[in-house]
């Protein structure tokens, strides 16, 4: 039987694993740069949306930073929205997520 402590233990790492404490200022940098321009093309050089719907605060209410992460790293399977895992690791994306979340200027 598992111990509680180890369950514990094993979700506090999960969830420390799609945090995005500890992104470095300069890697900060390029991913704000890689949402522009990569997601641009897709969302908007804004993000107000083209091939792919806006990354705005407005459209993203209500979905959770996890759900908006698993889009990211994953993409979506039958649609143009590419999956970012060979370039983001989960902490990245999940700060990519609370970005587009809180607007990005
Ligand atoms: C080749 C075009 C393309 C590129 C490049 C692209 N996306 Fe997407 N994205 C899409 C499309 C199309 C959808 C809508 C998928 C669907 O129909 O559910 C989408 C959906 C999303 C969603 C879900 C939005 C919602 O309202 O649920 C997020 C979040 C997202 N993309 C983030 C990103 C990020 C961040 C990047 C860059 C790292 C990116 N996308 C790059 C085409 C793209």
Known sequence: MRHPVLIAASLLLLSHSLSAAGIPDSRRAELLSLLKHDCGSCHGLSLKGGLGPPLTPANLQGKPIDFLTATILYGRTGTPMPPWRPF??????????????????
């Open 88 to 105: 983001l690791s989960n902490a990245e994306a999940a700060w990519l997520a609370e970005r587009i979340k809180e607007g990005v200027q």
